[in-house]
């Protein structure tokens, strides 16, 4: 089979149009993931210890068990208990909970970087935990975690044809229409290769000047 570029011209708009739904679907799950693993990591440092014992454990779980069948699960048994959700938002919710587990570790890192006498340094002036974290500690933890963030930042995005699964119109299920209504599918899957490789590199070189940017303001190079 040979590459047709008129063709490809025909399907470009199509497969731009879901590009831009699985830039949202990656951009949705990764803000859900980024603040539910913020406070997994704070839960996990609580003096609450039967608090710190259910978050680990959730978050182990889901550590340990595959997307496709976290996806599943909320899409299809969430329904039996009430829970009826529509593919995009089910999608959402079970990739951004997925991701948040492995922030959570991210987070955990960047907070334990923090020295002992910063801590020490704000019991000594009385300020509150809340007040511990928002001014002294979460400043300086999450620069160092930025890499780490991006990482899954761009594994979120790897991650989005997953979603097809439970019919949401990201990128990879754009392909198989395609290419099964004119049953071609070199080009409209040389389309998905080549769209997100070029967004996963511009996503790492844009997150390690993003690092390089707040390292320099903060002077930590």
């Known amino acids: 089979m040979k590459w047709d570029f008129a063709f490809t011209a025909e399907i470009l708009p199509k497969m731009l149009w879901a590009t831009g739904n699985t830039l949202l679907a990656a951009g949705m799950g990764y803000a859900i993931a980024a603040v539910i693993g913020l406070l997994f990591a704070l839960a996990q440092r609580t003096p609450l210890r039967i608090l710190t014992y259910i978050t680990r454990e959730i978050v182990e779980f889901i550590r340990s068990t595959p997307l496709v069948?976290?996806?599943?699960?909320?899409?299809?048994?969430?329904?039996?208990?009430?829970?009826?959700?529509?593919?995009?938002?089910?999608?959402?919710?079970?990739?951004?909970?997925?991701?948040?587990?492995?922030?959570?570790?991210?987070?955990?890192?960047?907070?334990?970087?923090?020295?002992?006498?910063?801590?020490?340094?704000?019991?000594?002036?009385?300020?509150t935990t809340m007040q511990t974290y928002r001014r002294i500690v979460l400043p300086q933890a999450l620069p160092p975690a930025?890499?780490?963030?991006?990482?899954?930042?761009?594994?979120?995005?790897?991650?989005?044809?997953?979603?097809?699964?439970?019919?949401?119109?990201?990128?990879?299920?754009?392909?198989?229409?395609?290419?099964?209504?004119?049953?071609?599918?070199?080009?409209?899957?040389t389309m998905v290769g080549v769209i997100f490789l070029v967004i996963s590199l511009t996503s790492a070189?844009?997150?390690?000047?993003?690092?390089?940017?707040?390292?320099?303001?903060?002077?930590?190079q």
Not at 205 to 220: D, N, P, Q, Y
């Open 69 to 127: 069948l976290q996806i599943f699960f909320v899409y299809y048994v969430g329904p039996e208990y009430g829970l009826y959700l529509s593919p995009w938002v089910a999608g959402m919710i079970a990739i951004g909970l997925h991701y948040a587990a492995y922030l959570s570790e991210v987070y955990r890192g960047g907070i334990e970087s923090v020295p002992k006498g910063q801590w020490e340094a704000c019991t000594a002036i009385n300020l």
């Open 146 to 189: 930025i890499a780490g963030m991006g990482n899954y930042l761009v594994a979120i995005f790897k991650d989005t044809p997953i979603l097809s699964v439970i019919g949401v119109a990201e990128l990879m299920q754009a392909a198989n229409a395609v290419g099964g209504q004119n049953y071609r599918y070199l080009e409209p899957y």
């Open 205 to 220: 070189r844009a997150i390690r000047w993003f690092e390089a940017t707040v390292r320099r303001k903060l002077g930590m």
